[in-house]
T-cell receptor, first 110, second 115 residues
């Protein structure tokens, strides 16, 4: 089983749609969780950290469910510029480096 | 305040040659991570270094790959006798404390192409 698993997609949605991605992780001792965004052939950039209480940043909402070991990202009112690959990231057993999921590709169409 | 700097941006090598990839972390960061991304795949951890120390190299292939982060100068990822399967994007990231609970800052990556 992979440490961090994501549906690769692609998710094809129209502008203005709401889309949600889930991610599962295998290490119950993981303590830090993030969503990164990666545009084609570019470096990953932090989108948001994920907290147990859930957190929101504009159109983006992240949730963490420790009992089920999954993380979600909700994007409301999708924009064309949201088209990218979204990477779920979890810290590893030793806590000193981050493990990336394979990414979920989002394509927002006009 | 410059971000993480990687060079070269693109590197072309023939099979059997050596590839040297450089990474300068963000100012004040002493923790460096190397990740590899094969085409259409996610980022795979390779190695985590602090100045003059390799902390975790569990993701490094057993042969031909090595990494260092000297007291002075950039971190170097070295691939000897490259093969076509080494063609990938190699990303370097740095962090302030290296505890795994903070975000990583990534460089723009080095795209290695092996002919």
């Amino acid at each position: 089983r992979k440490e961090v698993e994501q549906d690769p997609g692609p998710f094809n949605v129209p502008e203005g749609a709401t889309v949600a991605f889930n991610c599962t992780y295998s290490n119950s001792a993981s303590q830090s969780f993030f969503w990164y965004r990666q545009d084609c052939r570019k470096e990953p950039k932090l989108l948001m950290s994920v907290y147990s209480s859930g957190n929101e940043d504009g159109r983006f909402t992240a949730q963490l469910n420790r009992a089920s070991q999954y993380i979600s990202l909700l994007i409301r009112d999708s924009k064309l510029s949201d088209s990218a690959t979204y990477l779920c990231v979890v810290n590893n057993n030793a806590g000193n480096m981050l493990t990336f999921g394979g990414g979920t590709r989002l394509m927002v169409k006009p | 305040n410059a971000g993480v700097m990687q060079n070269p941006r693109h590197l072309v090598r023939r099979r059997g040659q050596e590839a040297r990839l450089r990474c300068s972390p963000m100012k004040g960061h002493s923790h460096v991570y190397w990740y590899r991304q094969l085409p259409e795949e996610g980022l795979k951890f390779m190695v985590y270094l602090q100045k003059e120390n390799i902390i975790d190299e569990s993701g490094m292939p057993k042969e031909r790959f090595s990494a260092e982060f000297p007291k002075e100068g950039p971190s170097i990822l070295r691939i000897q006798q490259v093969v076509r399967g080494d063609s990938a994007a190699y990303f370097c990231a740095s962090s302030l404390t290296g505890t795994g609970v903070e975000k990583l800052f990534f460089g723009s990556g080095t795209q290695l192409s092996v002919l």
